[in-house]
């Protein structure tokens, strides 16, 4: 990832709305987002990028087949971790860790299902802006989010980790307790061995 796209794109934000005001927003930590029980016994692990087309057909065509089935039952949780492949997905990424936290899957659901709109849009920051506005972050949440370079490292440092421990190089990966998934698609089968 460019470090100066990113920046380009962010200054581009600023210029468009009101100068970031002083808020927790600036000094936000990145947090693990896990969706279901957090002690359920069964791990999936999805690093995905909410730029990419793949990552939206998982969540639209797989992921709440897995959700009903395992996660709501608590058999299983999804641990969502950011792995941007262009300068619109950390953007993206950076505005949905800013939401407020019970927003957050919500936001990303929405950000999937809407992909091929905001995405590709004359002004897709712009797009991304009204999105976070209905998930409860301000025009002022946004530019602070936007411009907080710790919380962009690390969203990097995850995507690092990922391919360094797991040699992800495309998204969506999926591993469940540990086992990298040959493909999204694997999942439902990949959980019904691991919960037996």
């Excluded at 969502?80 to 990303?108: G, I, M, S, T, W």
């Excluded at 002004?123 to 949440?141: C, T």
């Excluded at 990966?173 to 439902?188: C, H, K, M, N, S």
Aim: glycine share 6%.
């Amino acid at each position: 990832m460019n470090r100066i796209a990113f920046l380009f794109a962010a200054f581009i934000l600023v210029l468009a709305g009101p100068a970031a005001a002083q808020s927790d927003l600036a000094t936000k930590e990145y947090q693990e987002r896990v969706m279901g029980d957090p002690d359920a016994p069964v791990t999936i692990l999805e690093y995905s990028s909410l730029t990419c087309g793949h990552c939206a057909n998982f969540h639209a065509d797989v992921l709440p087949e897995v959700k009903a089935k395992y996660i709501e039952t608590g058999k299983a949780k999804l641990v969502f971790r950011d792995f941007p492949l262009d300068p619109l997905a950390a953007a993206a990424a950076l505005v949905a860790r800013c939401v407020p936290e019970q927003n957050y899957f919500p936001f990303l659901e929405t950000l999937f299902a809407g992909q091929e709109n905001w995405a590709r849009a004359q002004d897709p920051l712009k797009a991304i802006q009204g999105y976070a506005r209905l998930a409860g972050l301000s025009a002022e949440g946004l530019s602070a989010c936007l411009n907080n370079e710790g919380l962009f490292n690390t969203i990097q440092q995850v995507k690092q980790q990922g391919q360094q421990e797991y040699g992800i190089s495309g998204t969506p990966t999926l591993i469940v307790d540990g086992e990298v998934l040959p493909a999204y698609t694997a999942l439902p089968d990949a959980l019904a061995e691991a919960v037996e």
